[in-house]
């Protein structure tokens, strides 16, 4: 079981960047994926989730607008499209998945599978 996330660079302010996860060892079928990220001296902390069939998406308020999170089932991948980046953005992203998502998407302790993180940093 194995998450790879990569994309991660840096950017300048109103810059974009795609980080991409790809899944390897297990299928995804139904679980929900997302995207956390961690700043330096910061907790982990949610950012983009979408289920299994992508008919529900949920984002921290902060991206809304400028991050899209989207995914490809027969390729076990999920992406987040980072749009008008901000120093703010600046952080390791990481993806997540597992089966005990449920309805709490943004709960960083119902995810049982982590990637290894990619950085982001975004300059003024």
């Known amino acids: 079981v194995q998450l790879q996330a990569s994309g991660g660079g840096l950017v300048q302010t109103g810059g974009s960047l795609r980080l991409s996860c790809v899944a390897s060892g297990f299928s995804l079928d139904y679980y929900t994926m997302c995207w956390f990220r961690q700043a330096p001296g910061r907790e982990r902390d949610f950012v983009a989730a979408?289920?299994?069939?992508?008919?529900?998406?949920y984002y921290e308020d902060s991206v809304k607008g400028r991050f899209t999170i989207s995914r490809d089932n027969a390729e076990n991948t999920v992406y987040l499209q980072m749009n008008s980046l901000k120093p703010e953005d600046t952080a390791v992203y990481y993806c997540?998945?597992?089966?005990?998502?449920?309805?709490?998407?943004?709960?960083?302790?119902?995810?049982?599978?982590w990637g290894q993180g990619t950085l982001v940093t975004v300059s003024s």
């Open positions: 997540a998945t597992g089966p005990r998502v449920g309805n709490f998407a943004s709960v960083r302790g119902r995810y049982d599978y």
């Open positions: 979408i289920s299994w069939s992508g008919n529900r998406i």
